[in-house]
């Protein structure tokens, strides 16, 4: 079971890293490019169980020594990109966004970002961007993986040996693709990142070690072909609109595992290319950089960097790749001419406990000390300060409100909603709904906070829209409230972020569309398309309520997008404004929707950038307020204000 080096394998890295690195990017045609993961997985599985194996077979396994390897493989490069990446954050980051910075590096040193990232980032939603240690959740799940694995294949073994091994593994991998297929109808923001939902792709790289039937020629040939076929092909059609991980991450699982079955065929001559495998060489530290170059890159300016631009920080993420696999792996590993450094075993489990117990102190003092606020004020003008203080309010998160009677605000419907409802109608009659994504929230909460009406429900959820299904999401469960009891309501009230329905040049969506010009750039028309798709999507859900009962379709809000950074650089006495061409984006949103709303009976359309008359700078921010909590979501006063806009004309009959 002993392994021999397979130059192939390192060009199947290659192929994992530069759609990744392509994917974050936005280059055009990596919109799957995540799905490098996927094929990293399996290739680790393989690599790793390979030598496991081979150890238990000549009866020198040693758990001692397999996490030796680990730490001399991994932690090097990787406490190298966390320390600069830490000194760089201290240089750009704001108080709060350095606060989130440490918490990251807490997770990241003790293996557990994945668990953080969880609950505080949506993967494919726009604060990604804005992550510098988001990558890392990925070796999050291998150390979790690798921790329990090594002592399974050995009970396994002292079980049955090979078989037992085979067996064993083969059933712990179709366990988790059976999970991993529920869990994303349940729970796919979850999903995405936990080990349970992810062990099925490192497995099925595991069972390429331990199965030692070889394939023929032919079919060598045809399984290579047809594996780098369907990494290709998930690259190109998956996006972030496809639940996964999924029986969909088969393409990538799959077309990793067929690779590797196809040893000595044509693909993998082609991947045994020389620059394939020197990509693929330096493809751990490559995965390592790039992520923090780009999202430093995108905190120090005040757009998003180009085509050109990502393309230079892509090249500049190699280079200090090849730099941090020269001069930081390469001398960490045992073998070769020069012995590694830290000889000895118990020097490298005494240096990794100690850089892990650095980064777990730096990362309490960053929490701590409110992103070392006190620190950063000290060296800040009178005006930075005054402009800084608005933040804080502003950032309060003021989410799905509930005043305990008949107002309230929740993500789906739950188990006790259709009760409660029934009580509020026949204490007060018919109420008010709203139903949509992130922007719906603040539209629920701010006619609670405004008390619009005795009965207000909203049924509201960051990212979901009908266009997007996902299973966590509630249209279907609102729409079967609606069948059940129309009469609960006199109007729902239905809104949907406009940076959703919308496509910038590149492709670019949500945020990063904005962050392509800078805040005081113009945005030419033609560089916007409206997503024809999305609106007839979306619209076509609100038509089907609409034959329930009247639905109020509210047009998307304007969206500033104003960074922090050009923020605090100008000041709040600043005259902040649109960028030209910013309005016209969602006044045509709005016409485009009323389009589709003219034929549709009991469906109207509110045009909401004329309701809400957003007038630059007071409606952004004063020095006596910032409303907005980021580009295009609102903090508290930004909440009364959106009320004291929009009750007039949601609401009319308002108390």
């Known amino acids: 079971m002993s392994q021999k080096y397979r130059a192939d394998i390192d060009g199947l890295r290659a192929v994992a890293v530069l759609p990744v690195i392509a994917f974050h990017a936005g280059f055009p045609g990596f919109s799957g490019g995540f799905v490098g993961v996927d094929v990293f997985f399996v290739i ?68 557990l970002s994945n668990m953080l990232f969880i609950s505080e980032v949506d993967y494919f939603g726009p604060s990604a961007d804005e992550v510098p240690l988001l990558h890392t959740w990925s070796l999050a799940v291998e150390e979790q993986f690798y921790i329990l694995f090594p002592l399974i294949l050995w009970a396994l073994w002292k079980l049955g040996r090979g078989r037992a091994l085979a067996w064993g593994v083969a059933a712990i991998t179709l366990a988790s693709l059976v999970f991993s297929e529920w869990a994303w ?49 998930a690259v190109v059609m998956l996006d972030r609109s496809y639940p996964f991980p999924s029986l969909w991450a088969l393409l990538p699982v799959g077309g990793a595992v067929a690779v590797i079955l196809a ?94 117990a650095a980064f777990v102190l730096v990362a309490l003092w960053g929490w701590t000390s409110e992103g ?13 300060r005054r402009t800084y203080a608005l933040f804080a309010p502003a950032r309060e998160l003021i989410r799905h409100l509930d005043d305990g009677d008949c107002r309230f605000n929740e993500r789906v419907v739950g188990p006790d909603t259709p009760a409660r409802l029934e009580r509020c109608h026949a204490e007060y009659g018919p109420g008010l709904a709203v139903i949509g994504d992130s922007h719906a929230i603040n539209l629920a909460d701010a006619l609670i906070l405004a008390e619009a009406a005795p009965f207000v429900y909203g049924m509201t959820q960051g990212n979901c829209r009908p266009d997007t299904p996902r299973g966590e999401c509630g249209y279907d469960g609102f729409s079967a409230l609606m069948d059940a009891a129309p009469h609960l309501f006199s109007d729902v009230v239905f809104e949907v972020a406009g940076q959703r329905l919308i496509e910038g040049p590149g492709g670019r969506r949500t945020e990063s569309l904005f962050r392509y010009y800078a805040p005081d750039a113009e945005i030419p028309e033609a560089d916007i398309r409206l997503l024809g798709d999305a609106i007839a999507a979306n619209g076509a859900y609100a038509a089907a309520l609409a034959r329930r009962l009247p639905v109020v379709w509210l047009s998307p809000r304007i969206e ?31 016409s485009a929707i009323e389009d589709f709303a003219a034929d549709v009976p009991n469906l109207r359309v509110v045009d909401q950038p004329a309701a809400l008359d957003l007038t630059m700078p007071g409606d952004f921010l004063t020095c006596e307020r910032l409303l907005w909590r980021d580009g295009d979501h609102l903090g508290r006063a930004g909440l009364e204000w959106l009320g004291a806009r929009l009750v007039p004309v949601l609401a009319p009959g308002a108390r």
Not at 223 to 231: D, E, H, K, P
Not at 373 to 384: G, I, K, V
Not at 563 to 571: V, Y
């Open 44 to 111: 680790s599985g393989y690599l790793i169980t390979g030598i496991l194996a081979g150890d238990l077979a000549e009866g020198r396994y040693s758990i001692a020594r397999f996490y030796e390897r680990r730490a001399r493989r991994i932690l090097p490069a990787l406490f190298v990109m966390m320390a600069v990446s830490a000194v760089v954050a201290h240089l750009l980051l704001m108080p709060p966004a350095f606060k989130d910075f440490s918490a990251s590096v807490f997770a990241v040193a003790l293996f």
């Open 185 to 233: 109808r349940h729970d796919p923001a979850a999903s995405f990142y936990f080990l349970p939902s992810r062990a099925w792709e490192l497995g099925a790289g595991a069972l390429c070690a331990l199965i030692p039937a070889r394939p023929g020629k032919a079919a060598r040939e045809v399984l290579g072909l047809a594996g780098l076929a369907a990494i290709v092909v």
């Open 263 to 356: 040893d000595g065929s044509l693909a993998g001559r082609l991947l045994s290319w020389r620059p394939m495998v020197a990509v693929g060489l330096i493809s751990y530290s490559a995965y390592l950089w790039h992520n923090p170059v780009f999202v430093f890159a995108r905190a120090a300016g005040d757009r998003e960097p180009g085509m050109l631009g990502m393309l230079g920080l892509s090249v500049l993420s190699l280079v200090l790749a090849w730099l941090s696999w020269r001069f930081i792996e390469q001398p960490f590993r045992t073998g070769g001419v020069r012995k590694a450094l830290l000889a000895r075993r118990w020097q490298v489990f005494a240096a990794s406990l100690g850089g892990i």
């Open 372 to 384: 070392r606020a006190a620190l950063w004020l000290r060296h800040a003008s009178e005006l930075e």
């Open 560 to 590: 500033p997008h104003i960074p922090d950074s050009w923020i605090m650089e100008h000041g709040c006495d600043y005259p902040f404004a649109l960028r030209p061409g910013q309005l016209a984006i969602f006044e045509r949103l709005t």
